[in-house]
Structure formats: structure tokens, C-alpha cells
């Protein structure tokens, strides 16, 4: 399960302002579609879906009419990407998902549940903390757009997200209730970060007992404590992943499918990217002449 939307943004940001001759951008393209193909030879699934965020408000704004209003609006040259890649997402054959009224990480939370239930394991691609909320013995999370200087993924199953963030996964709502998620808007307790976090979570346990023994917490850092208590349900919701919502989609309806080769060679030659058109004609003549032992390439020119 792929968080799209999550990589869409470090695409743009990661890749350099790269167009084709018609002065299209297509570096967001590029920086998914990349890690569409490496994740499905690195990370081999029975199901899978690219999930994106859907336009328009979600329940959570309903909660907080705050919720993420510190993001500047999207950029028109990442705008114009989102429908090509669509477009090209679904020629390689990737189911892909846009529900209304909820956020990616709340399908692929009923997603992943969903597998969890008939014992199948998930592996949930994305680069947002907040899904290791998630993390049990089925559902592992990677990050596979790693930058050039790390030679491994960001692996975070039950031990991972321990390493990671000094708590288990069992306690990363919790923990993100407390420290907050500025990239969100959602406010945590005031001068509380990860260490606090953690030190309060490791000696009471649970956010209910840090409430509990709030009047114990001395300090200026218990009296933000005491003042954040009303908030803190609030916060809870927003931060939650709703994996109960209703969607359209089960699990197993979700295989990939055959690529549509016209399709993607049309698309390649638009963005021109033409080592991956190159790859995709050697491709066909080696399934015509059954001899190609050719690799997927990472590089698109």
C-alpha cells in the first residue's frame, strides 16, 4: 500500500525542476514513478494500491477548522503533474485510490486492516511518521525513497519503530498526542519533544496515566500539561488513523494488473523519459522472442 500522496510532495521537493521540450513539468513524475517500480521489485505483493488524498475537506477538518492550515496551497507546477501521473500510474497496471471525505493514511489503515483480518501481511510504503502508529506483527512500514546517502530503506516493523522513536508502536498516538505534528497544525503540549515524550511514556505507560498523575509533573513543563488537558482528546482524533472508515475497496480486489504498454510508451514519449521508453520496447521484443533477461532500470534518461 502506497501512500501517494506522501511521496507526491518529497517528490516535487526532492527532484530537480525537470520538463520536457513542451515545457512540462515532470520531475514528481519521475520521482514516484521510480519508486513505483523499485518497490515492486523490491517488496514482490500479491495485492497492491497507490492511495492518494482526494480534494475537498475531510472529518477532520470538521473537528479542528485549524487542521493543516499552516500549508501554503500547492504549487501550479506540481498541480499540473498529478493527473499525468494518474494517468501513468494506472497504465503500469497499479490500482489506484482516491476516496472522498478521509485522508490516504485512513484507506490504507482499513486496507491494511482489512488483510490483518484474513492473517495477511502489509507493507505500507510511505515517508509519514504518523502511519507507525499502525505497525504490529502483519503490517510493517518502509520509507523507499530514501535519500542517495542511505544505502537501506527505512524498515519499520515492531523493533524498528522502537529504535526509531524510543516507544513502541502500541504508544505512537500517545506520542504524537504529546509532541504534536506541526506538519498537520495540530498542537501537542507546549515545550514537549520526543525526549519528554518518551521519558513521560516510559515512566507512566500510556497518555491516560501521564493525565492521570498530571498534578504530579512539576515544573513549567507540568503546568503546560495541565493547561493542554482539554485539548489533548481533540488532538487524539486528529491524529488517530481511522482504519474503521468506509471504503469502496477490499483488499482483495486489488491486483495488479497487465501494463498497458501503448499507453505508457505514448506517456514516456510526452515526458520523455527515454530510457524507460527504450526498456519497455526491448521488454516486448524479448516477450515476443522469449529471450529478454533485461532488468527494470531506475533511471529514466
Known sequence: LVDGSSYL????????????SANEPTGAIQGVLNMLRRLHKDYPADYSACVFD?????????IYPEYKANRASMPDDLRLQIEPLFETIRAMGWPLIVEDGVEADDVIGALAKQAEREGIKTIISTGDKDISQLVNDHITVVNTMRD???????????????????????????????????????????????????????????LENIVTNADAITGVVGENLRKALPWLPT???????????????????LIQQA?????????????????????????????????????PSLQPN
Not at 482526494?54 to 470538521?62: P, S, V
Open 54 to 62: 482526494a480534494k475537498g475537506k475531510t472529518f477532520r477538518d470538521d
Open 235 to 253: 488532538a487524539r482524533e486528529l491524529i488517530t488513523i481511522r482504519c474503521d472508515v468506509g471504503i469502496r475497496e477490499h483488499f482483495d480486489e
Open 148 to 206: 542517495a546517502f542511505r544505502k537501506t530503506d527505512d524498515v519499520l516493523d515492531i523493533a524498528g519503530v522502537e529504535r526509531k522513536f524510543g516507544i513502541p508502536p502500541s504508544l505512537m498516538i500517545d506520542y504524537l498526542v504529546l509532541v504534536g505534528d506541526t506538519s498537520d497544525n495540530v498542537p501537542g503540549v507546549e515545550k514537549v519533544g520526543p525526549k519528554t515524550a518518551v521519558k513521560w511514556l516510559t515512566q507512566y505507560g500510556s
Open 259 to 295: 501494463p498497458n504498454k501503448e499507453k505508457l510508451a505514448e506517456l514516456f514519449d510526452r515526458f520523455e523519459f527515454r530510457s524507460w521508453k527504450r526498456e519497455l520496447e526491448a521488454n516486448n521484443i524479448g516477450n515476443t522472442s522469449k529471450t529478454s533477461t533485461s532488468t
Open 9 to 20: 510532495y518529497r517528490a516535487f521537493h526532492a527532484m530537480p525542476d525537470l520538463r520536457n
